[in-house]
């Protein structure tokens, strides 16, 4: 699905993590919530409802656009697309920028390690120059030991620079969207609960799970595609994603 962020979502967004776990540390803005009832309940009604206004079908872009508060600059329309070869060293320029020298050591990272992201679901926002501004990707990971399949999504990165300016919510949208029309049932992530409650994340299916590292259990939340993903679900995440291609010699 393609969509327009109008003006009004630029309350919020993604703030550097350094000094949380996790991969996911966003700035919370209860403002949003009066100002745009049922803007982070998924599906179109409630698209119509927050503000966000549909646009023609397309599975891998969608656009942000913000004049700003009142005083500031306009912030420039921002486009989400997947991921291109090219964008790698722009991503992780991004993501050393904005969470730090120690997001390789994050529990997470265990699952990613040596892994390509899920077929599909690598996704960057773009400013108006064609400048990466905004990273997300989503994982293959299976349910503990021979459990079922989901997604771990992460890391959520955005320019610290506009980091008010909605692309981190348009991204998470774009990303949930296109992961339920691909067929998957489940999105795992460890993050901030009353940012990624918006989206319909919460840890009540997450108390039989583990991450395979240190990690925050109140922070480790999921998200169901399909009701009932999750029931029974039990154990330690495991990869289950694409191996990496070897460099060329």
Known sequence: MEYLIKSAVAATDIAPSSGLSGDLAPVWDKSLEATLPGAFQLGEAAFASSGIAPAPSSPHRGEVGSRGAPGEGAVPAVIVVAEAEGDVDAREALLDLSMGPKRKTKSSE??????????GLAFVARDGAGAVVGTVR??????????????????????PSIKNAGIGSALMRHAIAEAERLGHRAVLLVGDAPYYERFGFSSLKTGRLAMPGPYERHRFLALELVPGALDGAAGTLKAAGRKQRPLPL
């Open 138 to 159: 989503l994982w293959d990971v299976r349910l503990g030991e021979g459990g079922g399949a989901a997604l771990l999504l992460g890391p959520l990165a955005v320019d």
């Open 110 to 119: 265990k699952l990613r390690r040596g892994r390509r992201p899920s077929e």
